[in-house]
């Protein structure tokens, strides 16, 4: 079983306790450890992130369970599944004191082939859940590019619409959204790293993070105005690279983009 002399003292304690209360019970095959203490980059505002693999014929079993397990391995404060992120599997719970969020993913050792990282193996029965993760590759799912530009245009021009009609607050989402969904995670994945939003950008596309302060609005026409400029620069600086491996529609752009312009005019004509 792994020691953590590198890992912030709670998260150390934590794991410890875990781990020991985790081999008690027949159920549980193995512990693994994905996130930041997998990248080695943990530190004490970081979450932790374990798999708790079980065998087939018992999953649903524990699945049911889960949240008795997380009780029993340590201070549960609460919980609640993924379904928000798409991950059923998932139980995120807050423990403490002191607080401590820690992402519980439930898997069957049918199913840990199929992962999107390879987990820090923490503790195992007789190397059945290595066996099991040996059995495919991890595969992190990469930006659709082609899917971001069929779509990204659209998106501009209901944001614009939004911006016409005043909805600022819609306009302010929307560029949140075009931050986490199109242009962190291109420049994430130009910087050689995950495409996982705009998820610790600042360390890993420090210019790229300066650069995208310009798409961060506040509650004023002017600056979402400005902001959605600037998010229609960064895309096309982004997208300039694959330009050759794109289906472009034209006319959707210009058209979205002539939009924009009258909605910036009559907004600087209304203040």
């Avoid at 306790?17 to 980059?41: M, N, Y």
């Avoid at 998932?90 to 049918?110: E, Q, T, W």
């Avoid at 994430?188 to 360390?203: Q, S």
């Amino acid at each position: 079983m792994h020691s953590f002399p590198d890992v912030p003292a709670a998260h150390a304690a934590f794991l410890t306790r875990a781990l020991e209360r985790l081999q008690r019970d027949p159920r549980v095959i193995g512990v693994g450890a994905g996130g930041s203490l997998l990248t080695k980059s943990i530190d004490e505002f970081s979450d932790l992130d374990l798999v708790i693999a079980s065998e087939p014929t018992i999953y649903e079993t524990v699945l049911n369970d889960r949240n008795g397990i997380a009780a029993c391995i340590g201070p549960l404060l609460a919980s609640f599944t993924g379904e928000h992120v798409g991950e059923p599997r998932l139980l995120v719970c807050l423990y403490g004191p002191p607080l401590l969020h820690v992402d519980l993913k439930f898997i069957s050792l049918a199913d840990a082939a199929s992962r999107v990282e390879d987990p820090l193996v923490l503790w195992e029965r007789d190397g059945r859940f290595s066996a099991a993760l040996c059995a495919a590759a991890a595969r992190y799912p990469q930006p659709d590019v082609q899917w971001i530009e069929d779509r990204f245009w659209v998106w501009i021009h209901y944001a614009a619409a939004k911006l016409g009609r005043g909805e600022l607050f819609e306009v302010i989402d929307s560029l949140a959204f075009l931050r986490a969904h199109v242009l962190g995670p291109l420049a994430l994945v130009n910087a050689g790293g995950r495409p996982t939003g705009v998820r610790k950008i600042e360390f890993a596309a420090p210019a790229f993070a300066r650069e995208m302060q310009a798409t961060v609005a506040t509650y004023d026409v002017g600056t979402c105005a400005a902001a959605l400029r600037a998010t229609v620069q960064l895309y096309r600086d982004l997208r300039a690279p694959r330009a050759s491996d794109l289906k472009r529609n034209t006319a959707v752009e210009d058209a979205a983009m002539t939009y924009l312009a009258e909605i910036e005019k009559r907004c600087r004509g209304a203040r």
